[in-house]
C-alpha cells in the first residue's frame, strides 16, 4: 500500500510539473515541443503568415483556447489529425472495408487457435463476461420494459436482436445467445468466424438463435440487413481505422431507440504502462503487439462522437481486471479499461 501511495504521488507531480496541459488535456502523445510547433505549421500554412513573431504569439493564442474549450468543442481525435495529417492512414480505395486495419487483423489471425484455452491469451477476455453480460442484460431489460413482457428468467433477452461486431472467437456471442437475444457475430477475420462455428457446435441451444457472419459493418449496410435492436462493439474500437466512420455505421445499423455498447481503453499514460508495457510485456495477460497506444480512444471522444450521432450517452465506467484472480469488477477509475452504453434518438 505504501508503494502504490507513493507510486500515484510520483505519478501526480510527474503530470502536473513535466506534461503540457495541452497534452494532459488531449492526450496527443506528442512532446510540447513537436505541438508548437504543429500549430505554428498550421497557422503558417492557412493564414498565410511568415513573421515568426507573429506567428507565436497567435499559436500562444491557439493554445490557450485549446485548454479552455478542452473536450466541448474539439475532441483530441479531431485536434490530433489536424496538427499530425502525416499519421492519418491513407484514404482506401474501397469504403466497405475502410476501417479495418490490416496489420492488426493478421495478427488475430496469427492467435485463431487461442481463443477458446482456458489458460490462453484470451483467457482475460473471456472472464470479462462476468461484467458485460450481467451490464447489457440489465440495461437492455431495464429499456424494454416499457414495451415488452419477458417470456421467462432463462431467457430474458428473448426477441432482442443483437450485433456482436468484431465477434473474434464467439465469447460474448455464446453468453448473449444463451440468455436469448438472436445474435449475429460479426468479424472480419474468416478464420476467427470458422473457431465461433465449430465451438458453437458444442452447445445445441444455441445453434437457431445464433449466427456468424465473415465481414464489417460497412458492408452489412449496404446489403439492405434489417437494424438491430442493440450493437455490441466490446474491445474492439481501438483496433480499427478511422474511429469516427466505424462509431457512426455502428450508428446506422441499430434502429431508433435502439442500444450500443462499447468496452475499450483510455488513452492515457496509465493505460500504456498497465495495457501494453504489464499487460502484454511482462505478465503477458494480452498477446503482445494486439495494441497501439496512439489508437485507444478516451470515453469524452467516443461520447463527442455518439452524441454528434444522434445518441444520447447513458454511462461512463471504468472496469478493472484482478489478473491473478481473472475477475473483473468496476471502479471509477476510467484511466485504463472502461465501458459504455447510449441510446439511439427517434428522428
Not at 485548454?67 to 489529425?81: G, M
Not at 465469447?171 to 440468455?179: G, K, P
Not at 472480419?188 to 438463435?209: C, G, L, P, Y
Not at 504489464?278 to 496512439?294: D, F, I, N, R, T
Request: charged letters at 25%; glycine letters at 4%; a neutral charge.
Amino acid at each position: 500500500l505504501l508503494f502504490c501511495k507513493n507510486y500515484f504521488q510520483c505519478y501526480s507531480y510527474f503530470r502536473v510539473r513535466y506534461i503540457p496541459t495541452l497534452n494532459d488535456d488531449y492526450r496527443l502523445g506528442y512532446s510540447d515541443r513537436q505541438v508548437k510547433d504543429a500549430i505554428r505549421a498550421q497557422i503558417s500554412k492557412h493564414a498565410h503568415i511568415r513573421d515568426p513573431r507573429v506567428i507565436d504569439i497567435l499559436a500562444h493564442r491557439a493554445e490557450i483556447e485549446l485548454e479552455e474549450v478542452k473536450f466541448s468543442a474539439t475532441p483530441s481525435h479531431t485536434l490530433y489529425n489536424v496538427l499530425f495529417p502525416e499519421n492519418l492512414c491513407p484514404k482506401p480505395t474501397d469504403f466497405l472495408s475502410n476501417t479495418i486495419d490490416d496489420k492488426n487483423l493478421s495478427r488475430f489471425r496469427e492467435l485463431c487457435n487461442e481463443w477458446w484455452k482456458e489458460d490462453g491469451v484470451f483467457r482475460l477476455l473471456l472472464s470479462m463476461n462476468q461484467l458485460r453480460i450481467p451490464w447489457i442484460r440489465e440495461n437492455v431489460m431495464l429499456h424494454r420494459l416499457k414495451t415488452v413482457s419477458f417470456d421467462s428468467e432463462r431467457a430474458p433477452l428473448r426477441g432482442v436482436s443483437i450485433l456482436d461486431v468484431g465477434c473474434g472467437g464467439g465469447f460474448l456471442s455464446e453468453a448473449l445467445a444463451r440468455i436469448g437475444a438472436t445474435v449475429t457475430g460479426l468479424d472480419a477475420e474468416e478464420q476467427n468466424i470458422q473457431v465461433a462455428r465449430i465451438h458453437q457446435t458444442f452447445d445445441k441451444s444455441i445453434e437457431k438463435n445464433l449466427n456468424y457472419v465473415c465481414g464489417t459493418v460497412e458492408k452489412f449496410l449496404t446489403e439492405g440487413i434489417e437494424r438491430f435492436d442493440v450493437l455490441v462493439a466490446s474491445e474492439v474500437v481501438e483496433h480499427v481505422n478511422h474511429v469516427p466512420q466505424f462509431v457512426k455505421s455502428c450508428i446506422d445499423i441499430v434502429k431508433p431507440g435502439g442500444l450500443l455498447f462499447f468496452t475499450t481503453i483510455n488513452r492515457t499514460f496509465l493505460s500504456w504502462l498497465l495495457g501494453i508495457q504489464v499487460a502484454e510485456k511482462v505478465l503477458s495477460l494480452v498477446p503482445k503487439g494486439v495494441h497501439e497506444w496512439k489508437k485507444f480512444v478516451p470515453p469524452d471522444d467516443l461520447r463527442s462522437l455518439l452524441e454528434s450521432n444522434n445518441c444520447k450517452v447513458q454511462m461512463i465506467s471504468g472496469m478493472l481486471p484482478n489478473p491473478f484472480t481473472n475477475h473483473w469488477c468496476w471502479t471509477k477509475l476510467q484511466e485504463v479499461n472502461y465501458a459504455l452504453y447510449a441510446i439511439k434518438n427517434n428522428p
